[in-house]
């Protein structure tokens, strides 16, 4: 060989710092370039609204530098550069430097896709020139940290009622701002039990956040003046939450397989071409419920394809065991938590599924501070399987959707989790935790 | 018959209460009487350190009281009732009520054995009147409260470095008191790897609890002084916690199998003798990693003995899925915890075993507020299997131990752990849970 065995990583966020970390550490010869887009890379985009909220310095997002990256772990990161097409029968890659306007191409011996997602805006007529705003990379944080320093914005509205809008609330509340959510559907959070739902909603309203659904949003004018079907909002801040789109435009004449633009991968995370491998917001990923892929943006799933990814592509790996779906978020002092199938998944997979819902305290009877949580199984009648399970509670309650990630991961039935030797301590849990009181009144129902 | 299906349940407590109310829920006609040697029942005695600290109202522990167990549940329970012997072949117990001193027989179909443990009180020569407890049950709880209100003691001794004590130093420190505690051995928390001790230790010494290892309490005179090989220490609140031991004695004509003074059990809680069931402190669990049975006395343990005991007295049941060892307490702001194995125990059941022990941030990189925690992994190195885990950290990072029971009870490898579902959100948890950078660290030593 001319030169050394090249691994080119396409994004520099979780993903692909990932990836490229795992292929230096296991073959410290190769050369591993990182093409990002942007001015940066390895950053907790999770943390952004925590970092709003609280005043940080946006570099306490970055976990690591472009310049840590080549000077500790010797890749290549060029910032400003840009993968804009990928020949797979040459292996190489056309990159545009933003910095240079200069184009050029760079061969590999394997890719990484990493390239992650976009924030969708919706077609609406925007004719403000400032105060509209998406919150999905770190320059997105940036510009709405300055904007919020230098206005002081004080009535925010945030458009989509999913899990960014709702942490942006808390903090934006942080910040002293009155708060409205716009949600276009009926009801926010869909494939959670409306009675969860129900008690996050009242959580909202009993911390001054207005939420409003069933709005179409027809257009933001000069005076940040939001349009709807259900009239006028006066704001001096808007956030768009409203899904996103993964950035895999580049790709269009490759021929890496895709379901609706995230590329498909294999439990390795290669894609349908030899030697080209992707992960993160722009790819799917494998469900080990489902037995098949899903498109789920998440920054765990990122983090864990890029490293498996990257260990991959350089040396006999094992198949990915699957993410099974687990999600949380706080709002105020509630979390919110989902593992596994809704009730209606689990239907439409086939299951003869019901599900139960409880509430119980958080903490022993008679310890002075005390909790709540809400908390539903999905399982199956026949085999008494669990098949997914929600929470909304004490944030300090919240952590039980790990035990039941866990749970789903072995396909414990609900008699297993009966079985389950959780810890007891006042401060901690009562005697008889929520997870098998659920699992309590679960049980009556499986073979009958 | 002449009468009704009679199930006799002796001691009042959590193993008892939970087995009479079975009983009761699946046989409305079955006649179930409650011997119970005090004047409580059904009580959270774990609460009780909190209760002193927080000057709780006592009957904030009590969950129900006898006269409740009677009008809702239909259970005849009998305070000042104690058992005094249990003839198995004419299937009676003798009873002493204290009330009256009067003694008599009952007769019973079903009886289940839950009187509890006392605590040791190691033999020194103990010549104070007053201001020396223990703290077992609720009317130890009440003498300390009395005590304490009435004398308002600043210093405060504890005996005994365990899980009691620890809590208990928590809770007198919250009152103001100044706190020793004096253990025999020379260390504290045997089975705990002693890099976790060390930082339980420190902890003590910055919340200015004194701890003193390898002490031989000798007496403790008149005025409160405790002599020891180390010194006297001056005193006005002396708290003994040595250990306990299962109020067996009046079993002691009958057939019923015991190891060390504490009843053996079948996976069912039946004794060695038919129609006699036991559980709670006063009886042997069943282990799921050992396969045997153990004494492990503790609050959830004896609710579940209890609660399938009674069940399986009056119908066919589940075997018990067996418990894992799993321990939890609080010690000011940190949790202690562990579940399944030490490697020392791990070592002695034949495993090729290893431990690794690493230390993590429990929340987001950059996220305002911080946490850590210390987590061991015990684990056979042929298998990979985890046998173990064991923990000290930030109080609200310690539900990990739930995790690693579940895993434990599903007998997970160290493969299987790095390829769990755990959630990520900045305000709960890095994105690499601790739980998997401990499993990531663990791997390298796998079939080595």
């Not at 701002?177 to 716009?182: A, C, E, S």
Request: aromatic share 8%; net charge neutral; hydrophobic share 40%.
């Amino acid at each position: 060989m001319d030169r050394a065995f090249r691994v080119v990583v396409l994004g520099g966020d979780a993903a692909g710092m990932s990836a490229a970390s795992q292929v230096k550490r296991r073959v410290k010869s190769a050369e591993v370039i990182v093409l990002e887009k942007g001015e940066d890379v390895s950053y907790g985009a999770c943390g952004m609204p925590y970092n709003i909220g609280y005043k940080g310095n946006i570099n306490d997002l970055v976990v690591m530098s472009a310049e840590d990256f080549r000077r500790k772990r010797g890749i290549d990161v060029r910032l400003l550069n840009e993968a804009i097409g990928v020949d797979v029968k040459t292996k190489s890659v056309a990159v545009r430097n933003h910095a240079t306007g200069r184009q050029y191409e760079i061969s590999f011996d394997k890719l990484f896709i990493g390239t992650g997602a976009r924030a969708n805006v919706p077609p609406i007529d925007i004719k403000a020139k400032e105060g509209v705003f998406t919150l999905k990379v770190l320059d997105d944080a940036r510009k709405i940290k300055a904007y919020i320093d230098s206005r002081e914005p004080s009535r925010a509205l945030l458009i989509g009622g999913g899990f960014i809008n709702l942490e942006l609330a808390e903090n934006l509340k942080r910040l002293g701002m009155d708060v409205i959510i716009l949600e276009k559907l009926d009801d926010i959070l869909p494939g959670y039990e409306r009675e969860l739902v129900n008690i996050l909603k009242a959580h909202l309203e009993e911390n001054g956040v207005k939420l409003i659904t069933g709005v179409d949003v027809l257009g933001i004018d000069e005076k940040l003046i939001v349009k709807t079907n259900k009239g006028d909002f006066e704001a001096d801040f808007v956030n768009i939450a409203a899904g996103i789109t993964p950035n895999t435009d580049f790709l269009k004449d490759s021929p890496i397989v895709m379901q609706k633009g995230a590329i498909d991968v294999d439990r390795y995370f290669k894609t349908s071409v030899e030697d080209v491998y992707a992960g993160g917001d722009c790819a799917m990923i494998y469900h080990r419920l489902l037995d098949r892929n899903v498109y789920m943006p998440l920054g765990t799933n990122a983090n864990k394809a890029g490293r498996l990814a990257g260990a991959n592509m350089v040396s006999a790996g094992e198949p990915f065991a699957g993410i099974v779906g687990t999600t949380l978020f706080k709002c105020f002092s509630l979390g919110v938590a989902k593992t596994g199938l809704s009730l209606e998944d689990a239907r439409n997979e086939g299951y003869d599924a019901e599900s139960i819902t409880i509430t119980a305290p958080t903490k022993a009877h008679g310890y002075p501070q005390q909790g709540s949580i809400t908390l539903s199984y999905v399982f199956d009648l026949l085999s008494g399987r669990l098949l997914g399970a929600q929470m909304v509670g004490s944030f300090d309650a919240i952590w039980r959707v790990d035990v039941l990630a866990s749970a789903l991961y072995a396909q414990m039935t609900i008699r297993d989790i009966q079985g389950l030797d959780l810890a007891y301590s006042p401060p901690f849990a009562p005697v008889w935790d929520p997870i098998l009181v659920c699992a309590n009144q679960a049980i009556k129902r499986v073979g009958k």
